[in-house]
Structure formats: C-alpha cells, structure tokens
C-alpha cells in the first residue's frame, strides 16, 4: 500500500501575532521534554449515514472543499495558538514568526475500508505523519524546528485521515488536543455555534524556565535493538473482568479504574517476556505519566498551553504479591497518590519541591531498577468528538513513534475505542519481547491482537454523501 506526497505548504495565521508576543518563552516542564513530535491520527469517512449515491468527479470536488475548509479554519485557528506557526529559537524560546505551521496533503492508493479492515501500524507510524524521516531529531537540531506539523491523506474513496502533531519540547497531549478541539470548531461554525477554543498561556509565566534542567535518566534504561509496535484492544466486559480480579484480593483494592487495571496487566506480562527472555526477574520501574492541570490547587484550565505532566514511578521488586494484578494496581495507585500529595502539600512552591524532589527518587527508585516501563494515557480525552462539518472519527489513534526509531525504556499509550468503555494500547517494545506477548495466553485471554476499528461492521460505505454536506 502505497502513500504519495502530493502537496506541501505553510498555513499563516488569519492575524498577525503582536510584538510582545514574537517570543514564547518554555515552561520549566517544557524543559524536561524531548526533541520530538508525537502523533494524533483522526480517520473520517466520506460520509457518515445516507443511501444517496455520488459519482467520483463529487467526490473529487467534495475532498477538494474540505481540504479548503480545513485550511481556512486552521488559518483562524492559528492566530490564537500562534506558537505552534512558529519555529524554535532555541532550546529555551520559540519564534512566533508567522511563518505558518507545516501542512501536507497525501494521497492512499486504497480506500478506508481496505485500511481498516487489516490495519497496517506502519503506514500509521511512517507514511500518515508529517514527520517522515526526522531528520531534525536524528541531527538533534533544534534551532529552527517547526513547532506544529500537519498531514492530511486522502484514501481513493475520498476518506481522510489528519494527523497532527506539536514539538514535544513545546507542548503536550492535552494541548495537541485542545488544539484540534479547536480546529474543529472553527471547522464546523457554519453548522452551528462556534466553540473555539482560546489557550491560556499560564504555566510559562506560573512556571519560568530554570538554567539547571532536572533529567529523567531516562538513558539508563537505553536499549539497541529493532523496536515494533503492536496494538491490542480489550473490550468492555474484559475490562469488567479485570476489575473483578483486581478486587478479590487482601489488599482492599476499591473501585480500581480501566486504565489501573489495563496498565498492570500489561505490566505483568511484559515483566514475564522480560523474565522469559533473560531467565531471571527484574527490579522494573512502571512509570505513568500524569496530567498535573487538574491536580494542582487551585487547578489549571485544561486549554492551559504546553507541558504540565509529571511521571508517577512505582518500583516492582522480587516478590510475589508485586507481580500480581491487585498487587500492581496498589503500587500504581499508590505512586500517583505519592504525587499529588506532594504537588498540593506545598503550596505556591509545590511544583518547585515536586521537580528537585525527583533527585532523592533518582537516588531511591532508579538505582535499583534493571527495566522500565512508560505509560502514558489520552483515555477520557474526547478525540473521538471530534468532527469538522463531516461527522466525527471512525478511529483515532495517539503514538510515540514520529519516524524515528525509539531507543529508551518500552513505551506503551492508551486510548479509548469508539465505543468509549474499551481500550487500545498500542505497545512499542524490542521486537523479541513483543513476539512473546503475542503468544502470551494470559494477555490474549483479555485482549485482541490489532482487531479491526470497524468492530462487528466489517465495512464502511464510500460513495454516497448527505445533500447537506455538499
């Protein structure tokens, strides 16, 4: 399956950006964050519901307007989140030049359908992201980096897929999507009342940048290796099922929640390839990243702009009771309650004591770990909400791959499925581990290897579009 650039171009802000706003300074946070673009994929259908036919020249001239459309919009949509039109000065300032963001039109030769029924990971990984290459990361410059990147693919059906993704050094998840929430918005404003976001530009002046960065050692936990990602999906009633198991325990576990129990399954079983593998357990460090907006006191808004995480560690040692499902949801329980204890026991100086905190849990928790394992979860985030005039998303999917290859810890990043009470998690790990996950029957027993995002709909119709939508 082939995918062909056909277009490249930068979308300018609708308004110029203000003189003392030309320079946007990086949060503290922003600094612990790496030279990197992760990925949101957005898949709409042509058309949603209908029985009325259309021919391919409508087709052609339907795709055409939308792309129009979400270009106009974006345009819009910039002036208000004009980092992201910008490049980076340095690694401390980005350029709010008005240059434009970088905007990319591609053409599938298949259509959704095909696409969907057997998803190819790679062709989500390397050909729908505007990243392909990633030249700048492998070359570690920074310096005139473009903070946001956008690729939109047409299938030959006249689906679409948007990817859109922002420097990671510049903003995070929430702030991809409060973007695209906003996009869309605009997008969408003449079908009804526009809900556009504005971004609040607080946690860079609530948090200024510090000369002494504080790192995450994430370099102790490098590996060599072909790295792979495969997505397993669990339903509804496995992920009642892995509630039930995860309170039937003596550690009094109440009201363990989907991504509690998704994630220390998944841990359990990636810790058995481990073990399997080497022939011997080890000491590995089950790392979840927190969005801190909601956390601190008072909270943040959630279309607070940039990077506002911090990662919650909970060691697993050589014992039993860790390696069991209760015993590890505790664990990740109890490593996000370390935290936010810690972010609202202090203050106005809460997150300044949060940051050099993490020196004492180098001492403490790194040292002892052999492995590592990253979560990071956009579960409840309503991507699948959406929509642009069209309808909304058949599937999304939220990566860490940018076109370049992964080389510290084993990531793993988990979304809601369409229906909203299931899970994905897509696993990027060593290809050896992987192959033993696939055959793991304790993790097959709750999850599906890459089921189709059609669910029990096996197909999708292409040629036929609402009257209203043209």
Known sequence: MDVEIIS???????SPTPLHLKTYKLSLLDQLHDHCYPPVSLYYPLKQDTELSISSTDIDQIVSKRLQLLKQSLSETLSSFYPLAGKMKDKLSVDCNDEGIYFAEARAKCTLNEFLNRPDLSLVIFKFHPVVGNEQRQSKEIAGAHVGKIQVTRFSCGGLVICACILHMVADGVTLGSFLMSWAARAGKNI????SICPNYEISSLFPQNDHTYPREATAFSKSGKFVVRRFVFDAQAIANLKAKATTSSTSLQNPSRVEVVTALISKRIMAAFKAKSGSYKPTLLTRVLNLRPLVRPPLSENSFGNFVWNADALCKDHDDEVELDGLVWKLRESFTKVVKRLQGDGEGSLI?????IKDENKEVFADAKDRISFSSVCKFPFYDIDFGWGKPIWMN??????????????VILSDTRSGDGIEAWLHLLEEDLALLELDRELLGFASLDPTPLGKCSSISHNVIPQSKL
């Open 8 to 14: 490249k171009e930068f979308i300018k802000p609708s």
């Open 192 to 195: 009804g009342e526009d809900t």
């Open 353 to 357: 004591s949060l940051c050099e905190g």
């Open 398 to 411: 939220f990566t860490s791959f940018d076109g370049s290859i992964v080389q510290f810890a084993n990531f």
